[in-house]
Every structure is written in structure tokens, then in C-alpha cells.
């Protein structure tokens, strides 16, 4: 498919500024500088609205808008299948292709549908599988010839047009069914009842007059708008129940888990302190043992240096007694020198004098011989 030429959008009539819509922009005054003043929308801007953007559709275009919405969710939401949007922008992961807001679009992968203003496919990591958009006459080219090319390029698996092609008020509506093939739409025509089936909801779709109706395979349809708008009220509040209870017991769940964590993280906590204690408990332990291995030591040394003084003072007074031994022996021996030197002069005085009496008597011998 070829995307159309872009073209500068149409303004608003300038009989009616808001037939589109309008949205509040910010222009303070000198009295309220919070001042919000509604400006209409362009065509452009219902093509690609922003968040706040008011949109004005007809009574019969939100009716159905609204059977669409309950249909497809009683039909997917309730058996977790998928999610039904109704009316919330959608932002697409595809550059340069701007935010839509489709009539109502389905989305596969999801089982909680949230308050979403936006739908982020992106962020959200799914992307609609079908969107169905319901024309009005003064914004139709929007959706069966710029929005068939939009949501080709975003990769929408179908995209069903309710189209309104009647004039002067009166409402002509006919099925135009666009499924992907490859990058491209292809438009499937109606079977001979004139509906389109939509697969993802294993339905089909078809037109009553003034409006559409859903139908079972077996032709059956889905009710009227009050019953099945009042069944798909009583199952988004059963959903909302299920999921509030759901909520509850992820809450508790969490709390509970907080707590355990919070049981063990005190546990782990306790157990380190007792670690920690032990630990410091080990190494005052180690401290006292080293202290009194020191203090062993010391006093090993302290006897050691006192044995050494010992055996000094000992090997002193053992000097000192051989010292005094050998002084008395050498004062000993020089007495007994003295001793025997005296004696020997003695010896030798006795020796003298015997020899000069020996001499004296030898000469009065001579000198009696000689007379």
C-alpha cells in the first residue's frame, strides 16, 4: 500500500470553531494566571490527539463505541486473553509516527487492563492486534485513508472501519475489514452476510440499520446495547474485584515476604552481632593469651637474667677465691723463699764463721807447730 500525500490539515469550520473538539491551553491573564482557555482542535490534531483533548462524537457513534467495548470485553478480558481499550491514546514504537486515539482497540498479551491515558507500546513492550474505528462524516478521511496507512506502518495485525456513509444525517454504515500482510493492509471483503470476522475475539461483526451488532459463529447476537452494556459492566466490576482481591493478596503476599525479609534480615543481623561477639570475644582470647605468653616470657627472661647473674656472681667469687688462693699460695711461697734465703744465710753466715774459726784454729795450729 502506498502511504497518501500529506496535506495541510483542514480548520475548523468557521461556523462552528469546536465541531472537532477542543482542548485547554494555559494563557494567563492579569487575574488568573492559571487561566485555561479551550482551543479548537483541526482535523490534524483529531488525528493525533494530546492527552486532555475532547473529541466530540455523536450519540449513536458512542453507542457503538460502547457495545464494541463491552462485546470484545466480556468476550477476551474475562478469560485473561486479552485487554480492551476504548478512547485512550496509544503511543507507537515506530519513528516519526505520531500518537493515535482509536474508537477501540485489543490488546493481546495483557491480563490486567490499568488507567492507562495513554497506551506506550514501547514501555508496555505488546501492541493492539486490532483496532476498530467508527467514522463521522466530518472527520471520515482521517480514518479509512490516513489511519489505514498509519496503522499498517504500526503493525496493527486488523484494522475494521464501521463507515458512515450516509448524508444529510442519516446514517448508511457499511464493514471495511484491512488485515496486515507483511507491511501492507490488504482490504478483505465481507462474507455474503456482509460481516467481518474478527479472529482475535472469534467473532463476527455485522450491520442492523443503524448500527452494528456482534454474533457467535452460529449467527446468534450478542444482545442488545442496554444488556450487554449492563453484563460488561457487572464483569469489569467482577474484574475489578477479582483484581482488587488479587491486589490484596499480592499486598499481604508482600507483606508477608517484607516480613520474612525483614525476620531474616534481623536473624542475619543477630547471627553477625554473635559472630561479631564471638569474634571479638576470639581475639581478646588471643590477646589475653599473648599477653600472659608475653608476660611467660619476661619472666622466663627475667630468670634467665637472674641464673646468669647467678652463675656471674659465682664464677666472681670462685674467681675471687682462687684469686685469694693463689695471692696466699704466692705469699706462702715467698715466705717460704724468705724462709729458706734466711735460712740459707744463716747456712752460709754459720759456714762463714765456721770457716774463720776453721781458720782462726789453723793458724794457732801453725803458729803452735811453728814453735
Request: glycine share 4%.
Amino acid at each position: 500500500m502506498t502511504h497518501p500525500t500529506v496535506t495541510t490539515p483542514a480548520p475548523p469550520p468557521a461556523d462552528d470553531p469546536f465541531r472537532y473538539g477542543w482542548r485547554y491551553v494555559r494563557r494567563p491573564t492579569p487575574d488568573d494566571p492559571d487561566h485555561l482557555e479551550p482551543v479548537p482542535l483541526t482535523l490534524e490534531d483529531v488525528l493525533h490527539p494530546e492527552e486532555g483533548d475532547f473529541i466530540v462524537h455523536s450519540d449513536r457513534h458512542e453507542t457503538d463505541r460502547m457495545y464494541l467495548t463491552a462485546v470484545l470485553r466480556a468476550r477476551l478480558e474475562v478469560h485473561g486473553r486479552a485487554i480492551v481499550l476504548s478512547d485512550v491514546r496509544v503511543a507507537w514504537d515506530v519513528p516519526d509516527l505520531r500518537p493515535h486515539g482509536p474508537d477501540v482497540m485489543v490488546i493481546p498479551g495483557l491480563r490486567e487492563r490499568r488507567d492507562w491515558s495513554t497506551f506506550d507500546v514501547a514501555e508496555e513492550g505488546v501492541r493492539p492486534a486490532l483496532i476498530i474505528e467508527i467514522t463521522s462524516p466530518e472527520t471520515r478521511e482521517n480514518d479509512v485513508v490516513w489511519k489505514v496507512a498509519h496503522y499498517a506502518r504500526a503493525g496493527v495485525a486488523q484494522y475494521v472501519i464501521v463507515d458512515n456513509i450516509g448524508r444529510r444525517g442519516e446514517r448508511q454504515l457499511r464493514l471495511l475489514d484491512y488485515r496486515l500482510v507483511g507491511d501492507t493492509y490488504r482490504l478483505q471483503p465481507p462474507d455474503e452476510r456482509g460481516w467481518v470476522y474478527l479472529e482475535l475475539a472469534d467473532l463476527w461483526v455485522g450491520v442492523e440499520g443503524d448500527h452494528v451488532v456482534c454474533y457467535a459463529d452460529d449467527g446468534t447476537a450478542f444482545g442488545d446495547y442496554a444488556t450487554v452494556v449492563q453484563q460488561a459492566v457487572e464483569a469489569e466490576a467482577r474484574a475489578r474485584q477479582e483484581a482488587a482481591a488479587r491486589a490484596e493478596a499480592e499486598e499481604q503476599a508482600r507483606r508477608e515476604a517484607a516480613a520474612r525479609a525483614e525476620a531474616e534480615e534481623q536473624a542475619r543481623r543477630e547471627a553477625a552481632a554473635r559472630a561479631e561477639a564471638e569474634e571479638q570475644a576470639r581475639r581478646e582470647a588471643a590477646a589475653r593469651a599473648e599477653a600472659e605468653e608475653q608476660a611467660r616470657r619476661e619472666a622466663a627472661a627475667r630468670a634467665e637474667a637472674e641464673e646468669q647473674a647467678r652463675r656471674e656472681a659465682a664464677a666472681r667469687a670462685e674467681a675471687e677465691a682462687l684469686a685469694r688462693a693463689a695471692a696466699e699460695q704466692s705469699q706462702r711461697e715467698a715466705a717460704a723463699r724468705a724462709e729458706a734465703e734466711e735460712q740459707a744465710r744463716r747456712e752460709a753466715a754459720a759456714r762463714t764463721e765456721l770457716e774463720a774459726r776453721l781458720r782462726e784454729l789453723e793458724a794457732k795450729l801453725q803458729r803452735l807447730q811453728g814453735t
